[in-house]
Nanobody
Framework: QVQLVESGGGLVQAGGSLRLSCVGSGRTFSSYTMGWFRQAPGKEREFLAAISWSDVNTQYGDSVKGRFTISRDNAKNTVYLQMNSLNSEDTAVYYC????????????????WGQGTQVTVSS
């Protein structure tokens, strides 16, 4: 298990950008697939992006492809989500998660979760 803490959420106008960060504890952070998810009120948790332990492979959900970019810095135990061209449909609580599986996209495949950070996009 790895402990995860997200930051960087907030209020942004439509068309704007935010960068979320997620810091993990433990020396094994670099061995995990890291993912970003979000959950809006009344909706299921949605997969956004995943990145392999080696930073070579990335995968994105259809709703954010071309607008969001996931990256990681294993030396800092940190994974990032750069979010551009935000719109009101991006309003949600954003979570980072860690998985010992390779490049997975379903929430149940992730064993460690952060507490979430709120992103609100005003139109």
């Amino acid at each position: 298990q790895v402990q995860l803490v997200e930051s960087g959420g907030g209020l942004v106008q439509a068309g704007g950008s935010l960068r979320l960060s997620c810091v993990g504890s433990g020396r094994t952070f670099s061995s995990y697939t890291m993912g970003w998810f979000r959950q809006a009120p009344g909706k299921e948790r949605e997969f956004l992006a995943a990145i392999s332990w080696s930073d070579v492979n990335t995968q994105y959900g259809d709703s954010v492809k071309g607008r969001f970019t996931i990256s990681r810095d294993n030396a800092k135990n940190t994974v990032y989500l750069q979010m551009n061209s935000l719109n009101s449909e991006d309003t949600a609580v954003y979570y980072c998660a860690a998985s010992s599986l390779i490049m997975v996209t379903r929430p149940y495949e992730y064993g460690s979760w952060g507490q979430g950070t709120q992103v609100t996009v005003s139109s």
